[in-house]
C-alpha cells in the first residue's frame, strides 16, 4: 500500500482488518493530521467511502458521579430507572458531546435519604478534554440541581436491596425481610403506601 508523504511521516505502524484500520505513531498527532490520513484512506478505498465512518484518536474512559437527583422517580413514583438518568442527560446542553459506555448505575445515598448518587462511564480523549468541560458543572432536574464530579474507576462496592446497606448483596444479608427503600420500615418499597 503506498502512502501519501503526510500519512508516512505520521505512521510507525499501519494495521488493517475487518474492524478498521488502525495507525500507530510516536508522534502528536493534530487536527490537520487526521484529515490527511481521512482524505487518504477514503481515496485508496474510492468506491466504498461510504464504510469510512469517521478519523479519530484514540479514546479512553472517565468516571464521573452526579449527585443531587432523586432516587423515587416523580414520573413513576418508585426506583429511577436508568433509561430516565440517560434521558436527563440528553436533554441537557452540557452532554452534548458525550458519549456513555455503559448504562448509568444508581446508588442509593442511604436509606433514609431520597437522593441518588449517578455513576457514569463516559468516552474521553486520552487527554480527558470531555471530563475537563463538564466536571464540577451544575444543571437542574426537575426542582433540583444535580453536580457532577470526577471519581476513580467503579469500585464496585456492592448495596444490599434488602437492608439497602453497603459492603453486602441481598443473598448474604442478615435481616430477616426486607426494609423499604423510603421510609425504612420493615416492607417492601413497592408496599410503601400501604403502610405510610
Known sequence: MLLTSIVRTIADFIHVDNKGIVITTNNVVLGLDLQEIEKYVKNSLSSDT????????????????I????????????????????????????????????????IKVSPKSDIAIIEIDIWDT????NTK???????????Y???????????GVPQCK??????HMAGVCC?????CIRCNGLHLSEHHCHFA
Open 67 to 106: 449527585v443531587g437527583i432523586l432516587f423515587i422517580s416523580e414520573k413513576t413514583n418508585s426506583c429511577i430507572a436508568s433509561d430516565e438518568i440517560e434521558d436527563v442527560l440528553k436533554n441537557n446542553y452540557i452532554f452534548n458531546n458525550i458519549v456513555l459506555t455503559s448504562k448509568p448505575h444508581i
Open 133 to 143: 468541560t463538564i466536571i464540577n458543572h451544575r444543571f437542574n432536574v426537575g426542582s
Open 126 to 129: 486520552q487527554t480527558g478534554q
Open 175 to 179: 435481616i430477616q425481610g426486607a426494609k
Open 50 to 65: 461510504d464504510k469510512v465512518s469517521s478519523v479519530r484518536l484514540s479514546q479512553s474512559k472517565s468516571y464521573l458521579k
Open 162 to 167: 434488602n437492608c439497602w446497606k453497603w459492603g
Open 145 to 155: 440541581i444535580a453536580m457532577i464530579h470526577g471519581i476513580n474507576m467503579n469500585p
